[in-house]
Each structure stands twice: as structure tokens, then as C-alpha cells.
């Protein structure tokens, strides 16, 4: 996802508690490459000067101790590795109703994480648990539901 040095456009967070999205450009539209401040709900825009925001880069919310809840848009194709990872305080997460290509450990450390929201066409809902279990495998991956027994 990364690609070098780029001209980096920052947004405000429309979210409660404010902080910024730092954009860069990316294939035919923007990636979300860090998040700067302490807000506790943040809601990624779906565009960004006309253009899809389409990625969440590695790392991008990596420790961010005071995030409870994140949006993203249906525009979100790609969430790099580690992209959640260490947001001790992480409870929801929204994402859009489709496959998503996901890096590794998304959501390590996030033991207080307690619900992945399907959005829906209409409006955020939560669907029936299979449907659920299905998403969160893929997003999750399989490692970090079922770990082995030791």
C-alpha cells in the first residue's frame, strides 16, 4: 500500500473528540495513512477532493489509546497490517457489507473490542450471528477467534 513520498492531505475528523486523518494518494483515490489526536469516535469520509478513500495504510490507528469507535466508508477496500492494532480501548468497529483484502493482525491487543457492525445499504444494523461469525472470521482472520488450546 505504501508508495514512497507523497503529497499528504489532512482532514478533521467529523467524529466526537476531533483529531485528523493524514490522506495520501493512492491508486485512483486517497489511503488513510495515520490518524493524529484523541478522539473517541471516528468516522472516515468516504471521499476526499471528489475522490474514493480507499485504503487503511498499516498502522494507521497502531496504539491509539483513546479510539472507542471507527466508521468506515463503503468506499474501504484495504485495511493493511496491524491497522487497529494496540487501540486498547477499541470497542466498534464499522465496516462496509462486502469482501475486504485485510493485512495481518488487524485488531492484536484489542481486548476490549466487542462488536464488528455490518453496514448495511440503509443504515448501520447488526445482522443475525452467522452472518456475523462469517465477517468476523474473514476480517479477523481465523487465528485470532479460534486460537488452540495450550
Known sequence: MEQGILQEI???NTGSGGGQFVMVPYKNGYALKRYRGT???LIVPPFIEQKP???IEKKAFLSCKTIKEISLPDTIEEIGDWAFAH???LRTVMI???ALLRGKELFLGCLRLKEIRIRTREEFRDLGLGRMLAMAVTVLHDYFLFEPLE
Open 96 to 98: 462496509p457489507n462486502r
Open 39 to 41: 478522539g473517541e469516535q
Open 53 to 55: 478513500v480507499t485504503a
Open 10 to 12: 489532512v482532514i478533521e
Open 87 to 89: 487501540a486498547e480501548h
